[in-house]
């Protein structure tokens, strides 16, 4: 048996006037994860939310809140995240060639899990030392669309890299984001990938549930079947 599935709803495609009512409902949904969209406006166009947003929202739940940080100077929100109350912080690769131990040590100091993101242009073996570090991240995240928005297509093409990842590390928790769903999780499952985020496929659902239940199955399946 493979790594753990892990399914992280994006709470970009929730409500964010009714931000904890939405964490509770897809937790009563099975979801295992929330997934949180930090843009800063640089890094991606887009500008979403910061730190005091998962301090309001830490004071409703306990779940595991998986940080995404589309930011240039990743660095910076390290302490405030933590103090926060953020789960997992997860960098970009492209932003922190120059200093991703450090990274790694100030995250894992704070007690929050450490993960490296990377674009769909990015090789994937630039996040190998990253794994490989005597202090190594615990996640690497392919992203399947540009980060920045949701509601984006799925790109089949970056199942290369989750696949060469899972060959390399068996054991990683390796995370996907961007257009997953019914219809392209399968992709990514067969891949290799346990930690799923789902945003408008989840949200959009007449049955959020249904398509949680969906998006466990596929991964156990392939995991059974790999």
Not at 132 to 157: A, R
Request: aromatic residues 6%.
């Amino acid at each position: 048996m493979g790594v753990a599935a892990k399914i992280a709803p994006s709470m970009l495609s929730s409500d964010f006037a009714n931000l904890a009512s939405e964490a509770e409902r897809m937790l009563k949904f099975g979801a295992d994860w929330l997934h949180m969209d930090i843009m800063d406006g640089h890094f991606v166009p887009n500008l979403t939310i910061g730190a005091p947003v998962i301090e309001s929202l830490r004071k409703h739940t306990k779940a595991y809140l998986d940080c995404h940080l589309m930011v240039t100077n990743p660095l910076d929100y390290v302490e405030p995240f933590a103090k926060a109350g953020a789960s997992g912080f997860t960098f970009h690769v492209e932003v922190s060639k120059d200093n991703w131990q450090q990274l790694i040590q100030e995250i894992k100091s704070k007690g929050m899990k450490s993960g490296v993101a990377l674009k769909p242009g990015t090789p994937i073996e630039e996040v190998y030392p990253l794994v490989e570090s005597e202090n190594p991240v615990e996640m690497v995240l392919v992203m399947t669309v540009e980060p920045g928005f949701g509601g984006q297509k799925f790109m089949p093409e970056t199942m290369d890299k989750v696949r060469k990842l899972r060959q390399k590390y068996p054991s990683l928790d390796i995370e996907v984001d961007g257009g997953l769903g019914p219809s392209t999780i399968d992709a990514a499952a067969s891949a290799g990938a346990n930690c799923i985020v789902a945003g408008s496929s989840v949200f959009g659902a007449p049955e959020p549930s249904e398509v949680i239940s969906i998006l466990r199955k596929s991964v156990e399946e392939a995991q059974q079947n790999s």
